[in-house]
């Protein structure tokens, strides 16, 4: 689900006139929100916050607004002060229609004449991709700020609603952080995320949870991948998932196939694309751990800490405490398609570009199932727990999952569990609920539910382990042994239409 942070002055009535678009799939939470934040009537200006990776919806969402309110809408672009402000001159005079364009001298005039559209009712304002618009002019946030203020002065008669749209990047995470000045005057913040896997699957309208779950792999839970990059082509069913791949992501001749590089490119700079591909290389080898990564790169843990905070700036990069050592810190790529392009495609670039995607696909088989669904499955099981588990499944309303693991000098592997749930406690570590193992091309046998009890005996002494429930996740089946024992409650067995379909 989306993060829609703070207070509105209105409720939520009247919201069935707010109908939302057909081209906006989902979204239905953000659209309310944005529609009753831009349509409150209460006299005073207001300033919402929508940020989002790209190609997650976030400019049509705005757009689909302004269109509905009647409101004024201007999309910034990389561009020098005095272009962004003609451009944005002549989009005003087109929205007031009016033949003269205005000529401001500057950001402040420009911004006085546009929130004056709301001194007659409530309309939104809308800049997006305000931070290009930041990098040309570093004094616009102030002035924005000292506009803000001044309408908020008695008489309340301006009802503006201005809303500023920019993806989640470092300018966007620094004007809008917990001690900013304009976050302090924001009535509305939407953090627009990539859909889940289960709404990922509706995206892309696929009822086989395993074949939703193979695309889900690829291609994550991105709106644009699913019209604009593959031109709508959905595989049939699971004999067509291979064919499917060969001919997107695979294919040279589509937009899907360069996506993953200009991501990065775009996203982190020329200067350190480099090192975050390395990093994402590492990451799809398997590498989580910071000590790791540097190993893989040879770098020292200096080096590679600058590209993984650039990766975790920029929203590819998700860093978790370990589940059951708190002392040590896993890394996972956030965006599947980032995943798939450094542990399928890039290694095999020259390949794909001189031979036919069926024969390199072929090849890659093994590295896509050991290093990329296997993953992604075990992160689908943790969201599946943290976020759609019925509560009397683990004991407990709200709850966190992630990767943990054990040393022990008897296995040179350790203790690994994949699953590991806990109670949401604030800040603190919350109490032990439940311990997991999740496999995604192996069937799991009563083996598997015997290394989750060496697990427990290994934390008897640290942990209380009286609430603690014993699951397996499997994507291959379960043996008859482990369908007994799940009957006479010893172990949970989820599968894929579990995670799927469970309400």
Not at 372 to 396: I, K, L, S, Y
Request: glycine share 8%; aromatic share 8%; with cysteine.
């Amino acid at each position: 689900m989306n993060a829609v942070h703070g207070q509105r002055r209105t409720s939520v009535v009247g919201s069935e006139r707010w109908v939302k678009p057909d081209r906006l799939f989902d979204r239905d939470d953000e659209w309310v929100a944005l529609m009753s934040f831009s349509s409150d009537p209460h006299p005073g200006t207001g300033l919402g916050v929508v940020m989002g990776r790209p190609h997650q919806g976030k400019t049509l969402l705005l757009e689909s607004v302004a269109r509905a309110t009647g409101g004024f809408y201007f999309c910034g672009q990389q561009a020098t002060e005095a272009e962004s402000l003609r451009r944005v001159g002549e989009e005003y005079a087109r929205y007031r229609r009016v033949a003269q364009p205005s000529h401001w001298r500057d950001w402040k005039e420009g911004l006085d004449a546009m929130l004056a559209l709301g001194d007659t009712r409530p309309l939104p304002v809308i800049i997006d991709s305000f931070p290009d618009l930041v990098a040309a002019s570093p004094a616009l946030p102030s002035v924005i700020h000292g506009a803000l203020r001044h309408l908020d002065r008695p008489p309340l008669e301006n009802r503006a609603r201005l809303l500023l749209g920019g993806e989640t990047a470092p300018v966007m995470t620094r004007l809008f952080a917990s001690s900013s000045p304009l976050l302090a005057l924001a009535a509305l913040k939407l953090d627009i995320q990539p859909m889940d896997f289960r709404g990922a699957a509706r995206l892309w309208g696929i009822d086989d949870p395993r074949l939703a779950f193979l695309v889900y792999t690829v291609v994550g839970g991105t709106p644009a991948y699913r019209h604009d990059y593959v031109g709508d082509d959905v595989p049939v069913d699971r004999d067509d998932f291979d064919a499917w791949v060969c001919r997107t992501v695979l294919n040279p001749r589509t937009p899907l196939f360069h996506e993953a590089r200009h991501l990065l490119d775009e996203e982190t700079g020329p200067w350190s694309c480099g090192a975050c591909h390395s990093v994402l290389t590492a990451l799809a080898r398997g590498c989580t751990t910071h000590g790791e990564i540097a190993t893989f790169l040879g770098q020292q843990l200096a080096d590679a800490s600058r590209a993984l905070a650039v990766l975790r700036d920029h929203g590819l990069l998700q860093s978790q405490t370990d589940g059951l050592q708190p002392g040590i810190t896993h890394h996972h790529i956030t965006d599947p398609l980032l995943a798939f392009e450094h542990a399928v495609a890039r290694p095999r670039r020259a390949a794909l570009e001189q031979s036919d995607a069926e024969t390199v696909w072929e090849d890659a088989r093994t590295d896509f199932n050991t290093l990329v669904a296997g993953p992604r499955f075990a992160q689908v099981c943790r969201d599946w727990a943290a976020r759609f588990a019925n509560p009397a499944t683990f004991g407990a309303e709200r709850g966190t999952a992630s990767y943990g693991s054990l040393s022990n000098p008897s296995t040179t592997a350790g203790l690994d569990a994949e699953v590991v749930v806990r109670r949401r406690n604030g800040h603190m570590r919350g109490p032990l609920l439940s311990v997991g193992l999740a496999r995604w091309h192996t069937g799991m046998d009563i083996h598997h539910l015997q290394r989750l009890r060496r697990i427990l005996d290994a934390l008897d002494s640290r942990e209380d382990l009286s609430r603690v429930r014993l699951a397996l996740y499997g994507a291959s089946g379960f043996s008859p042994e482990l369908h007994a024992a799940h009957a006479r409650g010893e172990v949970l067995l989820v599968d894929l239409e579990d995670l799927y379909r469970s309400v």
